[in-house]
């Protein structure tokens, strides 16, 4: 039998381009409502996992850039979400609705981009 993995990538939560889980509420109450994108995004990315759900995935690996992150170059222009809390929680929220999927699947998570760090050659 074949090994089924899920590879999952760039979700960017936080950024207006990126995921955010419908009606996203932040720390401090406020609600987020996805932008046309997001909603387009979300209605994509829910609709693959719908149609996989019925295989028997065994891994799921998320490769990277789940955050947007602070977007210092940026001024935080691009961000949905301006605080790192409010973006891992909303991340949470987007891989907690793949898990309620894929419930007995193992996962592995491979940093991200990250300023300053060596390039390969």
Known sequence: MKHQLLILSDLHVGSTYGLLPPDFMDREGNVHM??????????????????????????????????????????AAPLTLHRLEDQREACVKVLEYV?????????????????????CR
């Open 99 to 119: 898990k309620n999927k894929f419930p007995n699947a193992a996962w592995y998570f491979v940093s991200g981009t990250q300023i300053g760090r060596a390039s």
């Open 34 to 75: 996805q932008n046309q994108g997001q909603q387009y995004l979300w209605s994509c990315f829910t609709d693959m996992l719908d149609k996989i759900s019925h295989r028997p995935i065994q891994t799921i690996v998320v490769n990277g850039d789940g955050l947007d992150g602070a977007q210092k170059k940026a001024n």
